[in-house]
């Protein structure tokens, strides 16, 4: 439903273009704060409990925002929902030109989250229709650009600062790239229908105990990367390194991730099972995460760059095997939506829980050891997606044939 220009070839090139230019701003806003948190904690005030918030309140937002998405998308149409999510996502990073104060902050986050709910939820279900045959690629290019933006912000941000700039221009100047977005959106997307969602979707997906299944292995597994742009740079700090080489670890991890986004999902196309791949990225993680604990300060770029490619691998494989579910895109775009909806809830929580656990400890090691238990349970949950199950794990009225699908002739992307 996206329509671009007449050639087919054109309009492909300029979807990849537009989802590239998009994904690049989902994460800036909230990595870049992680390398000047103690900068802005002492001339905010806030603490780190506070603090965690920047990270929690935008990914519960995410989560939340996952569930709404699709009907307003079905209600207003793609390209209107995609230009006033853009909209509200360049509100929210500009306003922290003016973010003084604590309260003033965590506004911002809150404007960012709600927009990148939206853009999160919609870019799934474009890629199933108008990149069928390469779900795994696409994916994977979506994948690696979002991790990307995070790095150049997490660049950016402290490098600025040492510069010169205050820590509120530093984050501000982050919204230009999202005004290009909004600018290539407008000129590539047209309207033309709205499509109405099938009665009763949400309702049989969330009736299933796969589609929970897949929230939970996708918020297990995403919460890592939540604790990881919060509080990996803190913890480098704490062991007395500066903000930028504590920023260049968390851009380490940004690009790893960025070559797990796109190598993983390559690998794994070819393989109906993505478990064993899904377990690989798992495994990383672990391996990141125990390093971390037991030698930080001995090979830490080494820890950061396995537990990036991890996260990013399983990121953009959880999304993969949620659109293997349904043959339907119209069906499968939802179920990755609600995937991420609960996901990003539950991924919300670990930021919060590591400042608590460093407010008693003084350290943020425990919240490590922590992610290797949540990746445990993701590891055990993992092996029930065996793919010959799924028209069983969903359903045969939800597996098998599309079902007719009504519109009025408003707008949409096609």
Known sequence: MVGVMKAPASRRIALVFLIVVIALNLRPFLAAPGPILPLIAEETGLGYGALSLLTLLPMLLMGIGAFASPPIQARIGTRRGLLAALGLLFLGVSLRLFAVNGPVLIFTAILCGAGAAFIQSAIPGLIKEKFAASVAAMTGL????IMTGGALGVQLTPALVESGQSWTTALAILSLPVLLALVVAAGILSETRVVRPERGLVAQLLGRRRTWALMAVFGLINGGYSSMIAWLAPYY???????SDSGILISIM?????????????????????????????????????GLVAAPSM????????????????FALCLIVALDHLPDPARAGPLAALMQGGGFVLAATPPFILARIHETTGSFAGGWIMHLG???????????FDPERYPKAMGSGLAGEPKATWFRPLKSIN
């Open 142 to 145: 979506y994948s690696a650009m």
């Open 237 to 243: 700090q704490a062991q007395g390194w500066s903000g």
């Open 254 to 290: 940004a690009i790893s991730q960025g070559f797990g986004a796109v190598i993983l999902p390559l690998l794994a196309r070819s393989h109906a099972d993505r478990r064993p791949w899904l377990w690989a990225c798992i495994a990383m993680q672990a391996t990141g995460f125990a």
């Open 299 to 314: 090979l830490p770029m080494v820890w950061v760059a396995i537990c990036g490619v991890g996260l990013a691998g399983s």
């Open 374 to 384: 949540w990746l445990a349970v993701a590891a055990m949950l993992v092996s029930r």
